[in-house]
C-alpha cells in the first residue's frame, strides 16, 4: 500500500501547488463526533478564492480499549470545497480523497482493511462568534481496497490459514461529524 499512499500525497501535493495559496483567512478545525469517540483529528482550510477552499484533515486512533476490543485507525482526507454565499459561511458542496487504514478487532474476530476514495460532501457553517463555527458536514463516495477479515490466528503472519484478501470497491462515507472550525485570520 506504500506506492498507493506516494500516489496520494503526490496529487495532494500537486493540487495545492497549483492552487494559490494567497489565503485570506485560514481555520484550524477538529471534528467534535470523533473527538468524543476518542479519536484525536486535525485539519486545516485554507480559502484559496472569494467562494472556494481547500482542507486537509487526519485523524488516528492508536488504542487498545481492552484486552478483547480495539480500534485502531489511521485516515487522511484531502478536500475541495464552493461554498454558496463566501467561504466560511453558509451551505458548501465539496469534492474529498481519502486514505483510510484500520484495525478493528472484537473478542478473537478482526477486520482490517486499506482504501483509497473519493467522494461529494455537502455541509452547512453555523457561526457561533467572530472566528468559531460549528460545521455538520456528511459526504459519500466510493473507495477501492483490500479487507481481511477472519479470527486472529487466521491473520496472524506465519500461523496456519491465512485470510484472503478480498480487493475491490465499495460504498464509503468520506466526512460525516461536527466541525469545529477556529479562523485563526
Do not use: C
Not at 42 to 48: A, E, F, I, K, L
Not at 67 to 78: E, S
Not at 130 to 155: C, F, T
Not at 169 to 181: D, E, V
Amino acid at each position: 500500500m506504500s506506492t498507493r499512499i506516494k500516489i496520494f500525497v503526490t496529487l495532494v501535493l500537486l493540487l495545492v501547488a497549483k492552487t494559490s495559496l494567497n489565503a485570506q483567512r485560514i481555520a484550524v478545525t477538529t471534528n467534535a463526533l470523533e473527538d468524543i469517540v476518542l479519536t484525536p483529528n486535525v485539519g486545516v482550510d485554507v480559502v484559496v478564492a472569494d467562494r472556494q477552499s481547500i482542507s486537509f484533515d487526519t485523524s488516528i486512533s492508536p488504542y487498545r480499549i481492552a484486552d478483547d476490543f480495539h480500534n485502531k485507525r489511521m485516515t487522511f482526507r484531502a478536500g475541495y470545497k464552493y461554498w454558496f454565499n463566501q467561504a466560511f459561511y453558509a451551505h458548501y458542496v465539496g469534492v474529498d480523497a481519502v486514505f483510510s487504514s484500520s484495525d478493528v478487532g472484537v473478542t478473537g474476530f478482526r477486520s482490517r482493511d486499506e482504501y483509497i476514495g473519493v467522494g461529494i460532501g455537502y455541509g452547512y457553517s453555523f457561526i457561533l462568534g467572530s472566528r468559531l463555527n460549528l460545521i455538520p458536514h456528511v459526504g459519500v463516495g466510493l473507495a477501492y481496497g483490500k479487507s481481511y477479515e477472519g479470527y486472529d490466528q487466521m491473520l496472524a503472519p506465519g500461523q496456519g490459514v491465512q485470510a484472503v484478501a478480498t480487493p475491490g470497491f465499495k460504498p464509503i462515507l468520506t466526512r460525516f461529524g461536527i466541525t469545529i472550525h477556529y479562523i485563526l485570520n
